[in-house]
């Protein structure tokens, strides 16, 4: 136990953290340079690579001699990189003793790094400052700093910052020393009952669950009857083994080892990231501290774009749960869109893989709803429920107040765009909680703000109103009751509910109005004028009219035109069938997601 | 070209092919010689029977009808003229870059009538850059007090590849709006009805009895063949489009093939389609035949609305579009095709 070493990796997007772990596999072995030409190993899935983000978890596993001649055993453990995914983060630190901070030489420390990097101090990493990409000319001049910042930061010294360029593999050996030198060798015993962190779970339609973890305390061995504390399901293990590039069987993992399991797990659910696993037989007294059950944040209605395809649907989003245990689906009804589901995701961004994945790797058409957070309705009649869908608000009469979740914002921005960003924040109903100058220049601003006032276009905003340099973290503090009313959208007198949304009372005004223009240009004129409203209760506050349309005919139809006509009239009719009928009003299907490019 | 009509009068076995109609169209014919017009027609009467009561229509630019070319055309069998006048207003023809004048247009007219023609067809534009519905109405007012039994009067269309086109992108033309069109269309179904033409199809109008039998029958769906560069026929459910390269057609027959670019075979869904919205462009559709789909009932309940809306009118079991109807008749049709 000694000799193993367990660490991870802490940066911004974009820092270099994939190029790093690369050299890093490199170096020690573990990939050959031909195998290098796939670059980027550790973002394996298309998604990530676009983006540039790491969504799911991965460790590798490295043999390292040291420059004293010690072998070591190294795991790497990969974090995801976007705050949607705050507690997988933790999950993954609180399985290592170690962490390398990556901090880019020219754009020095950013939100995501500072919330990552709090996270690694409450779970007692030691933490190695490393400045990447010092190859770059820019970073002649910004290289002291980034080197305060750092300094500021963690209240290391100087000497301790490694400095490398991932790309052009310089300093690769001095971090690999810095690891078994600084980060701690991992305690437990080895003979106490088996005490295992669960830090991520993958579906493998083979093998079932690969159950990826750390093992604090006693062995696991191929065959054990062990227990999931949390979820208490019980299982007989199959494999047990360490992640090379491919899973590598070993039978058995001891304390201080990082590794996977399988057995026969056909239910992600069962194995819940945080988890403790431990023997069925002999269990260890206590769970490891920290384990939540994750809840979604955001909320949006899949519809497929045919009624018939609700079935199709349905089974993807069961196989896309197989491997994605953070999604949430329930069947519901919209006399807009038909049959659909009311998903659940953690932000944003999640929403949005979901959708890509639904559409590439499951060929599904659908329309998505404008994203919504979940608010507590306490009613008169002393109920309290939560809502997921604005739609279901019950009548005004019987709520006493309508609670929405809010926020704590980390934003770290260049210090002359304060200005921009305090008026951004003021505008989506925020309150500064506190401000701290990291340097002269760079400021860390903590906003208070409601989540639904977030996940509209916020990060879009906060990235336009400071050039790019502005970052962002946040963190759910509490439930708090606001002047929030329901806003519904009428077609014709025939209210959308799929275009409900729920909004504050001050805002409803200009919400609405935008709401009914932004619907305006989306819908396409039709042989009758379309009446479009926004209302709050019976009383309508914004209106506007998509005018019939008067003339709608290609002119000239001779014996060499049919063909020409007959095509463009299929074309249109397949447009035409995308459309959703709401009364006798066809709507595009942007229409439903049009509140999402409401421009300020 | 004799030789495709040869190939493919042969092809159709046509000795039993009674031909009632001739349409000579495209471009200019009316720069053809008399005597060129003779020889394609014994090369059609060699291969197949031209019916005595047949309609044979020349189309013609004014520029181009020079009273022996009018008695000449008349001599060798063409017994309808469709004449493209376009506009009885000297600028709007500067815009459409047409190197007659109204007052030639006028006097074309008036000659031919005077040779004998008693159908007489005018070709009309609306919503031409620079137009108002002012001079609109006196083109339309000078063109119902000529010897005229048809007129066409379509709206101007920006054709990729025209100089026209061009202008309406660079933004040196403004394009009439989809509203203003309308107006245009309104006044032109109004003071062509006033003066007895009646509206058989969007942009046709005909006094009783001078409905174009050949347009009629693109409509309806029969067959017809055609012949030249770029030409297009249907036959037995076949589409075919010749090259519109007249180098590659003229080829292309030396060595004794077709100059086909393309040859569809339609699909029943595709017959459907075509029969639908040709039928609503004109004649109309029978209602049993619209209502033949599964999903019947959506389709009752959109014409119960389009007749409800005075979009439409049943008769005798066909479904005709009102002139209301015939303005927006893609909408409408898309509704209707499967």
Redesign the interface.
Same mark, same amino acid.
């Given at each position: 136990m000694e000799n193993f070493r367990n660490f991870c990796i802490i940066a911004h997007i974009d820092h270099g953290k994939s190029t790093l772990a690369d050299r890093l596999l490199e170096k020690t072995g573990r990939v050959t340079e031909r195998e290098m030409v796939m670059n980027q190993i550790l973002d394996d899935n298309p998604l990530e690579q676009e983006r540039g983000i790491t969504i799911k978890l991965h460790a590798i596993q490295m043999d390292y001699t040291s420059k004293a001649g010690v072998q070591y055993v190294l795991n790497l453990i990969d974090t995801p990189g976007h705050v949607d995914f705050t507690y997988e983060v933790s999950r993954s630190l609180a399985a290592c003793e170690g962490a390398l901070l990556i901090i880019d030489a020219t754009q020095g420390v950013e939100a995501q790094t500072i919330s990552n990097l709090y996270l690694a101090l409450d779970a007692n990493l030691e933490i190695i400052p490393v400045i990447n990409k010092i190859d770059l000319p820019a970073a002649q001049t910004t290289l002291e700093g980034v080197k305060k910042q750092i300094i500021d930061l963690i209240g290391c010294k100087e000497d301790e910052i490694l400095y490398t360029s991932a790309k052009q593999g310089i300093g690769i050996d001095e971090i690999l020393e810095a690891i078994v030198e600084r980060v701690p060798p991992p305690i437990g015993d080895p003979n106490a009952p088996l005490r295992a962190l669960i830090y991520d779970s993958i579906f493998d339609s083979y093998r079932g669950v690969v159950v990826n973890l750390r093992v604090f305390d006693g062995t696991v061995r191929e065959g054990d009857k062990v227990v999931f504390m949390a979820t208490q399901k019980f299982y007989d293990i199959e494999e047990v083994g360490v992640m090379y590039m491919k899973r590598h069987r070993t039978k058995e993992l001891t304390a201080g080892n990082v590794g996977y399991i399988t057995a026969n797990i056909r239910n992600l659910q069962d194995s819940k990231v945080g988890d403790t696993l431990t023997h069925a037989a002999n269990p260890c007294e206590f769970m490891i501290d920290g384990f939540k059950i994750v809840k979604p944040m955001v909320f949006s209605g899949i519809y497929p774009s045919n009624a018939e395809d609700f079935e199709s649907l349905r089974e993807s989003l069961a196989k896309l749960g197989l491997n994605d245990s953070s999604i949430t689906y329930e069947p519901e009804s919209s006399n807009a869109l038909g049959f659909g589901f009311r998903c659940g995701f953690l932000g944003l961004l999640h929403m949005e893989i979901v959708r890509e994945r639904l559409q590439r790797e499951f060929n599904e058409t659908i329309v998505n709803t404008v994203p919504n957070v979940r608010y507590h309705v306490v009613m008169t009649n002393g109920d309290d429920i939560f809502i997921e869908n604005p739609a279901q608000l019950p009548p005004t009469v019987k709520i006493v107040d309508i609670e929405e979740p809010f926020i704590m914002a980390q934003i770290i921005t260049p210090s002359e765009y304060i200005g921009n960003i305090m008026k951004l924040c003021l505008d989506r109903r925020g309150t500064l909680k506190n401000q701290t100058y990291l340097s002269p220049e760079r400021v860390d601003l903590q906003f208070e703000l409601p989540l639904s006032e977030v996940i509209f276009d916020f990060y879009d905003k906060l990235k336009s109103v400071s050039r790019g340099y502005a970052s962002l973290d946040y963190e759910f503090i509490e439930y708090r009751a606001e002047d929030l009313v329901k806003l519904d959208i009428m077609l014709n007198g025939e209210p959308v509910d799929a275009l409900s949304s729920i909004v504050h009372r001050v805002k409803s005004f200009h919400w609405g109005q935008r709401l009914c223009s932004k619907l305006k240009e989306l819908i396409p004129r #039709?042989?009758?004028e379309v009446a479009i409203q926004a209302a709050i209760g019976s009383k309508v506050i914004a209106r506007t009219n998509v005018q019939a349309?008067?003339?709608?005919?290609?002119?000239?139809?001779?014996?060499?035109d049919?063909?020409r006509?007959?095509k463009l009239?299929?074309k #249109?009719?397949e447009g035409?069938k995308r459309m959703k009928q709401i009364g006798?009003v066809e709507i595009p299907q942007e229409a439903f997601l049009a509140v999402l490019k409401i421009e300020d | 070209m004799l030789s495709e009509i040869e190939m493919r009068l042969l092809q159709n076995n046509s000795k039993e092919l009674a031909i009632d109609s001739i349409f000579l169209g495209?471009g200019t014919p009316s720069l053809i010689e008399p005597k060129q017009l003779e020889k394609i027609f014994s090369i059609i009467s060699k291969f197949a029977t031209i019916k005595s009561t047949s309609e044979i229509t020349l189309e013609s630019n004014p520029g181009t009808l020079t009273n022996s070319k009018l008695s000449g055309f008349k001599s060798v069998g063409i017994n309808r003229l469709s004449i493209g006048v376009q506009s009885f207003n000297d600028d709007e023809l500067g815009v459409l870059d047409r190197i007659h004048s109204a007052k030639e247009a006028e006097n074309v007219v008036i000659e031919a009538y005077k040779s004998g023609y008693k159908n007489l067809s005018i070709d009309l534009i609306y919503a031409i850059p620079g137009q108002t519905l002012r001079s609109w109405s006196s083109t339309l007012n000078k063109a119902v007090k000529l010897p005229v039994n048809h007129i066409s009067a379509? $709206?101007l269309?920006y054709e990729e590849g025209t100089p026209l086109f061009d202008n309406s992108v660079n933004g040196k033309v403004q394009p009439a709006s $989809?509203?203003y069109?309308?107006k245009l269309?309104y006044k032109t179904v109004h003071e062509l009805g006033e003066a007895g033409f009646e509206q058989y199809e969007?942009?046709n109008f005909a006094k009783a009895g001078a409905k174009c039998l050949h %347009?009629l029958k693109?409509?309806r769906g029969e067959q017809?063949l055609?012949f030249g560069a770029?030409?297009?026929?249907?036959v037995s459910g076949v589409?075919y489009?010749n090259v519109p390269d007249v180098h590659k057609y003229i080829s292309s027959l030396k060595e004794n093939t077709l100059p086909e670019i393309s040859s569809?075979i339609l699909t029943n869904k595709?017959k459907r389609?075509?029969l639908i919205?040709?039928g609503m462009?004109s004649e109309g559709v029978f209602l049993d035949y619209l209502l033949e789909p599964a999903d019947f009932e959506k389709i009752l309940n959109y014409i119960e609305?389009l007749l409800q809306?005075k979009?439409a009118t049943l008769n005798k079991g066909i479904l005709k579009l009102t002139t209301e109807g015939?303005?927006?008749?893609?909408?409408?049709?898309? %509704?209707l095709?499967p």
């Open positions: #039709q042989m009758f349309i008067r003339k709608n005919v290609i002119a000239k139809c001779y014996g060499g049919i063909s006509k007959r009239l299929e #249109q009719k035409k006798n | 495209g379509y $709206n269309i $989809n509203d069109e309308s269309f969007i942009s %347009n693109y409509w017809y055609g770029s030409a297009c026929g249907c589409r489009k569809e595709q389609t075509e919205f040709l462009r609305m809306m979009l015939y303005a927006i008749c893609d909408e409408i049709s898309l %509704n095709i």
